[in-house]
T-cell receptor
Framework: GDSVTQMEGPVTLSEEAFLTINCTYT??????LFWYVQYPGEGLQLLLK?????DKGSNKGFEATYRKETTSFHLEKGSVQVSDSAVYFC???????????FGTGTSLTVIP | DAGITQSPRHKVTETGTPVTLRCHQT?????MYWYRQDPGHGLRLIHY???????DKGEVSDGYSVSRSKTEDFLLTLESATSSQTSVYFC??????????FGPGTRLLVL
């Protein structure tokens, strides 16, 4: 079945460090891919998305490229800030029945 | 921000009692979802709805039921709460397969 696997956390980085959070997926057909972010005590917010192969989603300095050949959608940011501390979820929908599948989340802490 | 509210935001209840959580949307989106979030498991789908009176089970539906009598409201009922149902519950909505929008969550503690 459809699924998402993302790297285990927690991840701790110093401010201005480079961030990569790995995400790979298994899906039939051509899924849409998403990154969501959850700040403490809040619900999930859409960070970025890509709907077809080779698309790059970007928002707030974060980027992820939909790689069909490696079934991956890794999240990157060139210079993290303390305010980026949150839990990040990779997700997909395979456009069948409108179900979404989420990874287990990766906790990021950025220290000054 | 999408107009999604959840009530109550926090609840403490006792084992064996029924509990109903409410999700209300003002976006007129067709699809509504209930998830639970637990450490080490991420988000797991409990039930979802694809229209008024149209619902289906998700990954972890045992012990839960849902109802959707109006487009804007999606109710989740724990028929007889157990300690294993202590969790944070999130409602989400979507109009298509493009994006889900999440509510603020309900923290439920079953003693």
């Amino acid at each position: 079945g459809d699924s998402v696997t993302q790297m285990e956390g927690p991840v701790t980085l110093s401010e201005e460090a480079f961030l990569t959070i790995n995400c790979t997926y298994t899906a039939t057909g051509y899924p849409s891919l998403f990154w969501y972010v959850q700040y403490p005590g809040e619900g999930l917010q859409l960070l970025l998305k890509a709907t077809k192969a080779d698309d790059k989603g970007s928002n707030k300095g974060f980027e992820a490229t939909y790689r069909k050949e490696t079934t991956s959608f890794h999240l990157e940011k060139g210079s993290v800030q303390v305010s980026d501390s949150a839990v990040y979820f990779c997700a997909l929908t395979a456009n069948t029945g409108n179900q979404f599948y989420f990874g287990t989340g990766t906790s990021l802490t950025v220290i000054p | 921000d999408a107009g999604i509210t959840q009530s109550p935001r926090h609840k403490v209840t006792e084992t064996g009692t029924p509990v109903t959580l409410r999700c209300h949307q003002t976006e007129n989106h067709r699809y509504m979802y209930w998830y639970r979030q637990d450490p080490g498991h991420g988000l797991r789908l409990i039930h979802y709805s694809y229209g008024v009176k149209d619902t289906d089970k998700g990954e972890v539906s045992d012990g839960y039921s849902v109802s959707r009598s109006k487009t804007e409201d999606f109710l989740l009922t724990l028929e007889s709460a157990t300690s294993s149902q202590t969790s944070v519950y999130f409602c989400a909505i979507s109009e298509s397969s493009e994006t889900q929008y999440f509510g603020p969550g309900t923290r439920l503690l079953v003693l």
